[in-house]
């Protein structure tokens, strides 16, 4: 997510090559599916024609993607308004299985005591590695979910949770809620299960709303409107 200045690159290459024909809004979403296959996760066909909005929906975003300290069934909620299940929402969640989470986002679980929902070998993991309740934002102080495989998104992040080695509340909160739990499960034990499902809910989550036909635009730089 820190790499958008990616999609500026495969833009310029694609105005070069075919001008005003590929929005930023499809290179954004084939972005981020053969970002998956790098990762060793599935190859989602997604469909292309999205146009680029005309304005910033930016305030829009931040109160619709969930927060890591709100509650699950507030995270199953907010899912759901868009056409993801519970089912979904417990596979798109399988991305935590791939990076990293600032010091700042889990010291909550730390200090001054230390969450007992976490595995306590686990526990003294994350706090070698945010060793202070008070992080600097701006230092690059991080744990990771999924510390066999952090790389390549598979479900070795269900079977963490199954041990208690969830990073983020919201990620323990997974293995224990009755709605979520049976998903954990069936996906801590079939990766081809957990593709399937991810697959799924990604495919919905990329075409939740799009701008089509006559709506938006095909923005020439990613990070301004066209002047009209």
């Known amino acids: 997510m820190r790499n958008f200045k990616y999609v500026s690159t495969i833009k310029a290459a694609l105005e070069n090559e075919c001008p005003g024909t590929v929005s930023c809004a499809d290179v954004v ?33 931040d109160q619709s993607i969930p927060n890591h300290n709100d509650t699950l069934s507030s995270v199953l909620s907010r899912f759901q308004s868009i056409g993801i ?20 986002n889990l010291v909550d679980r730390l200090y001054p005591t230390v969450d007992p929902t976490i595995d306590p070998d686990y526990a003294n993991y994350i706090k070698g590695r945010c060793p ?25 992040y269900y079977k963490n949770l199954l041990k208690n ?26 990766n081809d299960y957990f ?3 991810f697959s799924r809910a990604a495919l919905l989550l990329s075409e939740n709303n799009p701008l089509t ?16």
């Open 29 to 61: 979403a084939l972005s981020a599916r053969d970002g998956i296959v790098m990762l060793g996760g599935p190859r989602i066909e997604m469909k292309t024609g999205r146009k680029d909005s005309k304005q910033s929906w930016a305030a829009e975003v």
């Open 85 to 104: 299940d519970a089912e979904g929402t417990v596979a798109l969640l399988g991305g935590h299985s791939v990076g990293r989470v600032h010091c700042v």
């Open 132 to 156: 202070t309740p008070n992080p600097d934002p701006q230092a690059v102080l991080y744990a990771r979910n999924d510390r066999e495989t952090p790389m390549i998104l598979d479900n070795f």
């Open 165 to 190: 080695k969830g990073l983020l509340i919201v990620d323990q909160q997974l293995a224990s809620h009755p709605i979520t739990a049976p998903y954990v499960q069936k996906m801590a034990a079939d």
């Open 195 to 197: 593709h399937q499902q």
């Open 213 to 228: 036909g006559d709506q938006g635009e095909i923005r020439k730089d990613c990070g301004y409107v066209n002047a009209h």
